[in-house]
């Protein structure tokens, strides 16, 4: 009991030190999504306990588990604000909720199953502060149990219509250790400008999880909006351990033909567009030389989703093509070529 209200006693003073201190600092709220994922929160919460940026408001979305998850934190980490849905939204509608309920002037998604550097919080919101073009902050992100490997140093997307994520699986020796303009930042370590999100929106619901980062980034783009990666926030993740396999297949192929028709430019379809189906067959048939796996099956399913959409999201791609402000050179431009 002691060391329960001693320990209750030392957040209270902090906090009162970090409010003293956030008078002067933009409020930074970064959103987990959580779906059992029990075993990966201590470590992903006592991370952010060792921030040095003091002015962090932590968000948990649960996604109805059923792991104990919603007692543990109210238990152990009584700053966070955890908001408990009724039955598993996703990571768009649980990510959603977050960003709905956070006052941050600058929002963050985190993976549960990741540990962020101490001075993650404070690089993102540096990056903010030195670049007002920016709407999306890229993380660089290393895997957890190969620290000298890289997930991502930014998200790509090709003009054959690709996404993917830069320098993954490749040893980190500094070769990305410079801020570079990137067209997308990874959803699992993402940040963006709360006025950015108030002029585009949020993650679209009906992508439920894959994808829905770079939709986002497209939407940013087309209005004018930029994403910086740098690489003085440094998160180390584990990969697909709340999520992937089956699910993932299915989602990966259904969603970016989402992508496609909502955010890519006609004038760029015109020119590219048969590189774009070219690639979009080639994964048919992989996935057809490949029937007996479950995951070729299930990306199949998804892309027959994906093309059965086409009515309900051409009306969404009227809406985000009126919005576009910047040119289809400038387009053209931060999109990749494809790999020869």
């Known amino acids: 009991m002691f060391k329960l209200i001693a320990h209750r006693l030392l957040l209270i003073a902090m906090f009162e030190n970090s409010a003293l201190i956030a008078h002067h600092s933009s409020l930074f709220s970064v959103v987990i999504p959580n779906w059992n994922g029990l075993r990966f929160l201590s470590t992903c919460l006592d991370a952010l306990r060792r921030q040095t940026y003091p002015a962090l408001e932590i968000i948990i979305v649960d996604n109805a588990s059923h792991d104990g998850s919603q007692a543990y934190i109210k238990t152990n980490y009584p700053e966070v604000i955890l908001i408990e849905l009724p039955e598993n939204r996703g990571f768009t509608g649980a990510c959603n909720a977050g960003m709905q309920a956070a006052k941050g002037e600058f929002v963050s998604l ?189 990306r199949l399913r998804g892309m027959w989703a994906g093309l059965w959409s086409l009515p309900r999201f051409w009306r969404k791609r009227r809406q985000i093509q009126a919005l576009r402000t910047v040119s289809i050179d400038y387009l053209e431009s931060i999109l990749w070529q494809p790999q020869k």
């Open 110 to 298: 985190l993976n549960n199953d990741t540990e962020v550097d101490s001075g993650w919080a404070a690089a993102i919101v540096d990056a903010f502060n030195r670049h007002p073009e920016i709407g999306i902050v890229a993380s660089k992100m290393l895997l957890f149990e190969k620290r000298d490997h890289i997930h991502t140093t930014g998200d790509f997307f090709t003009v054959d219509g690709r996404a993917g994520n830069r320098g993954v699986w490749q040893v980190d020796e500094g070769q990305f250790d410079h801020e570079e303009m990137m067209f997308s930042a990874c959803g699992g370590s993402s940040a963006y400008r709360r006025t950015m999100l108030d002029q585009i929106g949020l993650l679209d619901d009906d992508f439920f999880f894959s994808l829905e980062d770079i939709d986002l980034a497209w939407r940013a783009q087309l209005t004018g909006w930029r994403c910086l990666y740098t690489p003085n926030a440094i998160v180390y993740h584990h990969l697909s351990a709340t999520g992937g396999g089956v699910t993932a297949s299915y989602y990966d192929g259904r969603n970016l033909i989402y992508v496609l028709i909502k955010n890519y430019p006609t004038a760029l379809w015109r020119k590219y567009g048969w590189l774009i189906l070219k690639n979009q067959a080639g994964s048919i048939r992989d996935a057809l030389l490949s029937w007996r796996g479950k995951a070729a099956r299930a």
